[in-house]
C-alpha cells in the first residue's frame, strides 16, 4: 500500500488520510529530499524542498 504526498499536512492512502509528524526547531537545508518505503523494497523520491516548499516530483 502506498502513500502520496498531498502536500496539505496528511499522507493519503486508499482511503485512508494520515497526519504528517512535525519537526520543531529543526532547519532542513536547500534540497532536502523525502523517500517513500514501498512494501516491495523499492524506494521512489516524493518531494524536494525549494525556495522553502516541498515540490512534488511525480513519482
Not at 532536502?32 to 523520491?45: F, K, N, Y
Request: hydrophobic share 35%; charged share 25%.
Amino acid at each position: 500500500m502506498g502513500r502520496s504526498f498531498t502536500g496539505n499536512g496528511f499522507t493519503k492512502a486508499g482511503d485512508d488520510v494520515v497526519p504528517e509528524y512535525i519537526a520543531k526547531d529543526f532547519t532542513m537545508r536547500k534540497g532536502a529530499e523525502m523517500w517513500e518505503v514501498l512494501d516491495d523494497g523499492t524506494q521512489p523520491l516524493v518531494p524536494v524542498l525549494r525556495g522553502g516548499s516541498w515540490i512534488p516530483q511525480g513519482n
